[in-house]
């Protein structure tokens, strides 16, 4: 019982008819249009010429539906005041030739809703003015309500109030059925079409490469920056009273490093704020020697062997050999056991050979024993090779050392 009256209680119910209402006289101005073909055609029956108006009516607000703004004026509306959870529309691909079903069912829900909306606004607009005025404080006069040929009598007292009420609860229940209807029909016929749904799986698909893209960044650059700078205070602690110079060297390494990555923090968080941020920061090959010089502050000792032209490695491929190194290198202090790390790179014309070599066991020297770790480096390393069509390799090299390599093509370069 309680179940059956609580949505005659709920305020979407209400706001649901007033949807419906709004349909309803929105299709008004359409209707002096509709009556010109019944007018020109005064010799046909009364009943030939209602059918008509009606017909040329709902072909009129049909019609209108097919402008694109209504569609998206009637989505935020039936969000808003029906509780539906309908997607905005966006812009799909547009085909030629005739429109296909998903054309039309904007047009079709626009005509059953001002249809819903004008027989629920009669149908409750006469229950409601019957509610009002069957008591009209003469509780001995005879009243009877006639509609669509039924008929309730009430011959005065209490009588003609009980049919009030019931007048009353019928005009809430025929503002529900009205609202159910229509939030029934929404989805159906508000809900995103076929060249919508591609659209709105290609927009996630966009926004989740880029996410993904935005995690690799800083998990390479804001991860390598945080290794090093922990592994430099660590250096700068142990020596600042026997070495103040060696303390201060490192604590500018500090200061340079992690300026580097707020740079590239302050672009991520540009981009996920949907703010117009400074251009992405684009660190190449050419920022390696930098990169080395950070990490032999840090207290690493750094063999680089280079060869081949690397300023003449551009674009994607220069950028991805960056990272890798940078995310090799981070690897090899955070996990390394403090021995000599070797960075081989070679460019030559058919692609660029990274190889990043450590010793493992466990950690010598100053800096953290122990860093926690994501799981996501080498995962990650090896989806970005896999992406530029290159060939990745990860692991033991012998019983003491650990060794990365990848072999990116020259076709990568972009």
Not at 262 to 289: F, I, K, M, N
Not at 337 to 347: D, K, N, S, T
Not at 350 to 363: C, E, P, Y
């Amino acid at each position: 019982m309680i179940r059956g009256i609580r949505p005659l209680l709920r305020g979407s119910t209400y706001s649901g008819v007033l949807f419906a209402y709004c349909g309803a006289l929105a299709s008004l101005p359409l209707l002096p249009f509709a009556l010109v073909p019944a007018l020109s055609w005064q010799s046909a029956p009364e009943s030939v010429q209602i059918v008509l108006v009606l017909l040329v009516w709902a072909a009129l607000v049909g019609l209108a539906g097919l402008a694109r703004p209504v569609r998206q004026a009637l989505v935020v509306s039936a969000r808003r005041l029906l509780r539906v959870p309908l997607p905005i529309p966006v812009a799909g691909r547009r085909t030629s030739g005739a429109p296909g079903l998903d054309h039309w069912r904007t047009p079709l829900w626009l005509v059953l809703h001002v249809a819903l909306g004008w027989t629920g606004a009669l149908v409750s607009g006469v229950l409601v003015i019957a509610g009002l005025t069957l008591p009209g404080g003469r509780l001995r006069s005879e009243m009877e309500l006639s509609l669509f040929g039924w008929s309730v009598r009430a011959e005065g007292g209490w009588g003609s109030w009980a049919v009030a009420l019931g007048c009353l609860l019928l005009a809430a229940a025929v503002c529900v059925v009205v609202t159910n209807a229509l939030r029934w029909l929404a989805p159906r016929l508000l809900g995103p079409s076929s060249a919508e749904r591609l659209a709105l799986a290609a927009e996630r698909e966009r926004l989740l490469a880029e996410r993904n893209r935005l995690a690799h960044e800083l998990h390479d650059s804001i991860g390598h920056t945080l290794t090093a700078a922990t592994i430099q205070a660590a250096v700068a602690g142990e020596v600042l009273t026997a070495d103040p110079a060696a303390a201060r060297a490192a604590m500018r390494s500090i200061e340079e490093s992690t300026r580097a990555a707020l740079e590239d923090l302050d672009y991520v968080l540009g981009v996920l704020r949907e703010e117009q941020s400074a251009a992405a920061p684009t660190r190449t090959l050419a920022d390696l020697p930098e990169l080395l010089d950070r990490l032999r502050h840090a207290g690493a000792v750094v063999e680089p062997e280079l060869s081949g032209e690397l300023a003449q490695v551009q674009g994607t491929l220069s950028r991805a050999a960056y990272r890798i190194l940078q995310e090799g290198l981070t690897n090899a202090l955070r996990h390394g056991a403090g021995g000599p790390i070797e960075v081989l790179v070679a460019a030559g014309p058919d692609g660029l050979d990274l190889t990043v070599v450590n010793r493992t066991g466990a950690r010598t020297g100053p800096g953290p024993s122990t860093f926690s770790t994501s799981g996501h480096g080498l995962p990650g390393l090896a989806e970005r090779v896999r992406l530029l069509h290159g060939e990745f390799q990860a692991g033991p090299d012998g019983t003491q050392h650990w060794r990365l390599a990848c072999r990116l093509p020259a076709r990568a370069s972009a």
